[in-house]
């Protein structure tokens, strides 16, 4: 059975379809050709993370939520996709147990 694969939003700002066609050709290519290959997919995903960053856009905006809780609880939506089954469970606890703070602090003010 095939392990589902996730992207981040930072791997789709500085992921191409002709990077993700050299990481496909990576376990193809002969011995000695892997490395340079992999040096070379690595260094192109990394002038375009300076391309990305160079723009001054607010190109993460998720950064950009005013709401701490907020914030909190979607930055660990986005982890629980990488999670196993167990550190899911573990990570639901977590949120559930964040709501109900959440509640409690709102009733008490």
Do not use: H, W
Not at 50 to 66: D, E, G, K, P
């Amino acid at each position: 059975m095939e392990q589902e694969q996730y992207t981040t939003e930072y791997d789709g700002l500085i992921q191409t379809r002709d990077l993700q066609m050299l990481k496909s050709m990576l376990p193809f290519a002969n011995v000695r050709s892997q490395m340079p290959l992999a040096i070379l997919i690595q260094t192109l995903e990394f002038q375009n993370t300076l391309r990305i960053f160079q723009n001054n856009a607010n190109v993460l905006s998720a950064c950009s939520v005013n709401n701490e809780p907020d914030r909190k609880t979607a930055m660990i939506q986005t982890l629980r996709r990488f999670c196993t089954p167990k550190e899911r469970e573990t990570v639901d606890t977590l949120l559930n147990i964040m709501c109900v703070m959440e509640n409690y602090d709102s009733f008490t003010n």
